[in-house]
């Protein structure tokens, strides 16, 4: 009997892991490039601990390097880089479970990689493009589109030009695959958003393009995703901010119910300033953003 309801619970609990789905944004610091070395097995504790079902990542900028790891640390799961990254050859990726979901095509839109400039279908653009995934859920074979995204950093009057003109890119591209019937669409990755906790122009530009699209964002469940020097470089006090999200419309795929959470060094000091010891390897070795994990259920 002992034995049947510990094998119940364990049926219980697969299930409820496959019932959901989990999504996960993380930005990690400029992966491997030559003078920054990713603390792998940091990164690795971190991400075992999210159980991600679709892992989408920024600022790789060693590819083979990235793949490698994810074929290390995480058999069975695959992954796709774009081909453009900006000027500091940060790509945008996609890391899934096979088992949960199937990706049939992805491509990049480069019309977010230079604004109001053409690009060639060979050429890139000076800052990131967006990489397009076209999903299918496995269990209910409900097709979503997933869209990962670095846009524009800064807090000048010209970066939230570029900014802005950004955010209207997307805004397009949403009222394009809804025009082509695709309705389960999610936009996730390093916005940027600057003013989002102080209310600024680009909070306002940032909801006015949720609004229109009629989303929602996590950035209204988390207090920060990111951490940085703050104004005072030389204090030791590094100052938390909310710059990443993860954006969908209400009842994604049919979903009800959703939890978010952030991890790493956020979730360690509880978003408050803290100090470059206090936020620990996660920070100093990995990435100054943190994940963040939306579960829908």
Same mark, same amino acid.
């Given at each position: &009997?002992r034995?049947?309801t510990l094998s &119940?619970?364990?049926? &219980?609990l697969s299930?409820?892991?496959y019932s =959901? ?5 993380y ?6 490039s030559k ?17 991600f079902?679709?892992l989408?990542?920024e600022?790789?900028?060693n ?14 799961y695959?992954?796709v880089?774009?081909?453009?990254g %900006? ?5 945008i ?11 049939h095509?992805?491509?990049e839109?480069?019309?977010? !990689?230079?604004p109001?400039?053409?690009? %060639? ?5 000076r800052l ?5 995934? &076209?999903?299918e ?9 997933v869209?990962g ?6 807090g ?14 997307l805004g397009?591209m ?5 025009? =082509?019937?695709h309705h389960?669409i999610?936009?996730?990755g ?11 122009r680009?909070?306002?530009k ?5 609004g ?5 964002t ?7 995703t990111?951490?940085?020097?703050g104004?005072?470089r030389?204090?030791?006090i590094?100052? !938390?901010?909310l ?7 209400k009842?994604?795929?049919g ?13 360690k000091?509880k978003?408050?300033?803290?100090s470059v ?13 943190c994940p963040?994990? =939306?579960?829908f259920e």
């Amino acid at each position: &009997m002992r034995f049947l309801t510990l094998s &119940m619970m364990a049926w &219980m609990l697969s299930f409820s892991a496959y019932s =959901a789905l989990n999504i996960v944004t993380y930005n990690i610091r400029n992966f491997d490039s030559k003078g920054d070395q990713t603390n792998k097995a940091a990164l690795s504790k971190i991400l075992s601990d999210l159980n991600f079902d679709i892992l989408q990542v920024e600022e790789i900028v060693n590819t083979h390097s990235f793949r490698n790891y994810i074929n290390s640390e995480f058999p069975g799961y695959n992954v796709v880089l774009s081909k453009c990254g %900006g000027g500091g050859q940060q790509k945008i990726g996609f890391v899934y479970n096979p088992a949960k979901v199937v990706l049939h095509k992805y491509y990049e839109d480069k019309r977010v !990689s230079d604004p109001g400039v053409v690009i %060639g279908d060979f050429g890139c653009g000076r800052l990131r493009p967006a990489l397009v995934g &076209m999903f299918e859920e496995r269990k209910t074979a409900k097709k979503f589109v997933v869209i990962g995204v670095h846009l524009k950093a800064g807090g000048s009057e010209r970066s939230f030009q570029k900014r802005f003109k950004q955010y209207e890119i997307l805004g397009q591209m949403l009222d394009e695959l809804k025009l =082509a019937n695709h309705h389960d669409i999610i936009v996730l990755g390093d916005f940027n958003t600057t003013g989002f906790n102080i209310r600024n122009r680009d909070y306002v530009k940032f909801t006015e393009m949720l609004g229109d699209a009629k989303f929602e964002t996590t950035g209204d469940d988390v207090q920060c995703t990111s951490y940085w020097s703050g104004l005072n470089r030389h204090d030791n006090i590094e100052e !938390s901010s909310l710059l990443d999200h993860i954006i969908f419309p209400k009842n994604l795929l049919g979903y009800s119910k959703l939890s978010v959470q952030t991890a790493s060094h956020c979730k360690k000091v509880k978003c408050r300033d803290a100090s470059v010891r206090d936020l620990g390897i996660s920070y100093s070795q990995v990435s100054d953003h943190c994940p963040i994990l =939306a579960r829908f259920e």
